[in-house]
């Protein structure tokens, strides 16, 4: 056992000098500014207090700076799994109540206990099964439902509903309440944000300022927008005119959280707690293994599972909230120079002193200008052009990916993960149920063989000859009957069958007793029926099975031994019946 | 639109005469025989009262006539959907009620329209996920636990349980019980039938008579059994001494029923409906197609839904049960000569004058005989060899069928089939997850390429070729990324990674992006990325994307183009960057 591998921080921590400390250090003023407003804002998308965000980009960053395997991933709340707490949480229990504050613990204890499982299990691979179509369709959809959500703040008026179908009903039937202050601030904040977004960089860099500064500065026009209307609440009362505020924040380090254990709150739990853990951990994954690749280094996708685990543990007995890898401030990270997961570990320093010191300033902070910087943040994760790129490459893609966003618009997060995975899953079997073969001839003059029908080629009526261009197994195992028993009623002149094996890597127990079937029916019928091109590990376990003694013809080495020995081949089975089968051949 | 498609009736009805009627007649007098006993004790296996059994082996054969494919297969009541009725019917009404019959009467109609649309749908292949190591597992642990729920009836005592765990405790509280004159009859049936089976066919054969007859004879033995306890046991009163007897009868045609229509009812019921049409169908197809083959015929699997499904229609309106084909007297039928479905309307006939004549001589017949003959048909659908022919083929496979044998016999018969499908997809999937790959090298003097692993290959340590042996698809996508960054962070001097795709059937969405991803990596690490050997279709898809354009390296015909063009070359990737890219090459 290799204590580097399950404490990577063993990894850099000995080599750990002045230098590198220079560029975390820097890194994690960077991080923190852009994180406190993050943290803040994703608090309230989750539907808990504001300071329980910052609580979560604490102690979450400091454990994943021991545990996890990306330099540079930055840990904290981030959009979509705020999104799906809140989802989760508020099934449970109303908003605002102790017990909706406990079942967030328990949430974010759950699916720190469910990854670290996953990764001590080595289950990382099971995140494979959510494709990229499915990946995308569910956070443009998370994000537009968020947005939508976040609407209400900005127009300061109250409304509810965990997919866009409630959201907007709930919205229309309050906009006679618009407060035109919140309005005026959420508007100005968004103006301000989008434009930033869109044109800080480049006017920066147009005035001289070098590229990385003035992208960082960029990144921190949230704070910026933070602290102007933060003052120009206080200055001009705009409370006192209806515009909703963060209010009192508690001053202080995280307080030590026990989360509850009471089993019918972690069975409600569960499923949502599965898929967070899951979310969180492809949305990070796939950030880490970016931008480890930028500088030629590897993340262990089994370790980082125990990484974001363990920090969702650290959450949970910390009251904060369930967090993972998020996308914007890890680049951000990266970009300002991070070295090594100590960057996370000062970036956790500056939250705390911001949990010590800076609360009782946010007291005035309006939520509008947070529901603003949200509404930025997540419509830049929404690719409706992936729909029709996607579309344009594969539709069956395109289809679990427009099912994903339907569902998850219309019915809420947790239906429309699963209706994507499931979907994508079906198609995925509905298609190699149905394998790729191709009756081939010789090309004449050659050893090689083509499909009939795109090639002119040589064929023999008393010899048919099947490529296989895929393994046979239980879900295909049927259909390849079908397409040889069709074959031959096709063909009554025919002898013999070969089926070319040469993509065929695994032959499973069904596929195995289909071959037997054919094999008997085709004797029935007076055909036989031989192999060529079996692959070395396919024939090891061939040789073995009765199969291989009932075989009415032979294994050939290669399509081309078949042919030369089959056509113009007087006889029909009963000669090469007895013969010798299962010829030995190489591995390929 | 093919009427003769739809209606498979019109296909054999207007060449029928005589020689056929003669031929169908005699396959159904003797189906009959053998089917009065079956009827009557799978009707008790499922709870009913035993006429049921009788009805429904009447109108749903003739209905299979008109819309099944296949010209032999006997349809009627059979064993594991007997006792998937009785599990699923005895979770919603109290055995005995009228509501457990109405209940019977949902489940066929629910059965009947699930099959039906999906014959329409032509879902026919959904069944293929069916693998057979799974199918086997459940048969052969559905064949245990009918044994054992029947040994009650031979014993003559009280026991209930639908897993062997229940069925077992029942039994041992109650073996003080014991009515020794059932036992007596239960006994001498169970030893007559089990030497009937092994003997009987042998000994006639001896004797003279020809082996067709010879078997038909010793396929009759159960309703000699019938006929011989039922008058000994009204001949010595043993009903007065404590032996079980099916009692009256109502004698008449199937009366027309109404299956309820209750929402919660429906919705309690489907799953199980759901399954027992899966699995009759998955078991009366392969009968089907067996016999099938035999005749150079072929049936049709998306009409063989219909047929079973309008059966089961049939069944739920005249007072029957679920139905299906049925193995064994599928294979009588076949054997005693039939040649078109009229056979099994025949058969219908001959049941329906049992219904209205030989009623009142059954109700001194035995329970412990009806018993007898389900144990012993049952106990030969049990292969326990087969639990070890599979795991000396595939450990996966053995893996499915001890899982679904366990779950069957511990939990019942739905979980059972339900944790058979979902591991055996599981592991497919985890499989398939880890696709076959290789590097490649040539062999010397040839265009060969083989795993560098296995054989003498030349090699160059500023290229590799991976040779791809999967088609490339979301849940392997992320696995082909790690195997390609490993290799390049293994060899340092690596400059060209070649994927040769001849294996590559499609590339999903996923799979794309996981290959635009491995571009851009190894870009950033001055690594071109080049293909060989693209299918035709693949290469059509892949040259409308962005990652054609994006690609660092080539597309080469044949992976020995790629080793004679990058073999020895100086340049790394930037030489080659601007080059035409997407070489439009031959379909394979």
Redesign the interface.
């Known amino acids: 056992m290799n204590p580097k591998r399950y404490l990577p921080i063993l990894q850099w921590l000995p080599g750990y000098g002045r230098r590198t400390l220079g560029s975390d250090l820097l890194a994690a003023v960077i991080v923190t500014i852009m994180l406190i407003p993050q943290s803040l804002a994703y608090a309230m998308l989750a539907g808990l207090p504001p300071e329980v965000g910052l609580y979560a980009s604490i102690a979450p960053l400091v454990i994943y700076a021991i545990f996890g395997t990306s330099r540079t991933l930055a840990v904290g709340p981030v959009a979509v799994v705020s999104l799906m707490t809140a989802a989760a949480v508020g099934q449970v229990a109303p908003q605002g109540t102790p017990e909706y504050l406990g079942a967030a613990l328990v949430l974010a204890l759950m699916s720190g206990l469910i990854l670290t499982l996953m990764g001590v299990a080595r289950l990382g691979?099971l995140?494979?099964?959510?494709?990229?179509?499915?990946i995308s369709g569910f956070i443009t959809a998370t994000g537009l439902i968020i947005a939508a959500g976040q609407l209400k703040h900005v127009l300061g008026v109250e409304a509810a509903g965990h997919n866009l179908l409630e959201l907007g009903a709930s919205l229309a039937a309050s906009l006679g309440g618009v407060n035109a202050p919140t309005l005026a601030i959420g508007v100005s904040v968004l103006a301000f944000l989008y434009a930033a977004r869109r044109w800080l960089k480049g006017g920066l860099v147009k005035l001289g300022v070098p590229a990385r500064p003035a992208d960082m500065l960029t990144k921190a026009a949230p704070i910026l927008a933070v602290a102007v209307t933060t003052l120009a609440t206080w200055w001009l009362g705009l409370d006192e005119l209806g515009v909703a505020v963060v209010g009192e924040v508690p001053a202080g380090l995280p307080p030590l959280t026990l989360p509850g254990v009471e089993l019918q709150l972690w069975r409600e739990l569960f499923m949502a707690a599965l898929l967070i853990s899951v979310i969180g951990f492809v949305e990070s994954v796939s950030v880490g293994?970016?931008l480890a690749?930028?500088r030629?280094q590897?993340i262990d996708p089994d370790q980082e599972l125990v990484g974001l685990g363990t920090s969702n543990i650290a959450a949970s007995f910390t009251g904060g909230m369930p967090v993972t890898g998020g996308f914007a401030r890890s680049v951000v990270n990266f970009d300002a120079g991070a070295e090594t997961p100590a960057a996370g570990a000062f970036t956790a320093v500056g939250i705390g002193a911001a949990a010590l010191l800076l609360t009782p300033l946010i007291a005035y902070l309006p939520i509008a200008t947070l529901a603003a910087t949200i509404i930025v943040a997540v419509l830049s994760l929404v690719d409706l052009a992936a729909i029709r790129r996607?579309w344009?490459?594969?539709r069956?893609?395109?289809a679990a990916m427009l099912v994903t966003i339907a569902v998850t618009l219309v019915s809420g997060v947790e239906s429309g993960i699963l209706a994507g995975v499931v979907l994508?899953?079906a198609l995925?079997?509905?298609?190699?149920?149905?394998p790729?073969s191709a009756v081939v001839g010789r090309v004449p003059g050659t050893e090689h063989f083509?499909?009939v029908q795109?090639h002119q080629v040589e064929t023999d009526e008393r010899l048919a000859i099947l490529r296989v261009?895929?393994?046979l197994?239980?879900?295909?195992?049927?259909?390849l009957?079908d397409t040889v028993?069709?074959l031959a009623?096709r063909q009554p002149s025919l002898q013999h069958i070969v089926l070319a094996c040469?993509?065929v890597?695994?032959i499973?127990?069904?596929a195995?007793?289909?071959l037997e079937?054919i094999c008997a029916?085709l004797k029935?019928?007076g055909v036989s029926l031989h192999l060529a091109e079996v692959k070395g590990p396919v024939m090891d376990?061939l040789q073995?099975?009765a199969f291989c003694h009932e075989l009415t013809g032979r294994v050939f080495l290669s399509t081309f031994d078949a042919w030369r020995s089959l056509h113009g081949a007087e006889s029909g089975m009963g000669a090469r019946c007895g013969q010798p089968v299962g010829t030995p051949i190489k591995?390929?």
């Open positions: 691979f995140a494979n099964f959510l494709s990229h179509p499915v293994q970016t690749a930028k030629r590897r996607t344009g490459y594969s069956c893609d395109a994508s899953l995925h079997l509905y298609y190699t149920s149905r790729h083509r499909n795109r261009d895929e393994s197994y239980f879900a295909n195992a049927r259909y009957e028993m069709a009623a040469q993509a890597n695994v499973d127990a069904s195995l007793e289909s079937v029916r029935d019928a376990r073995h099975t591995p390929i």
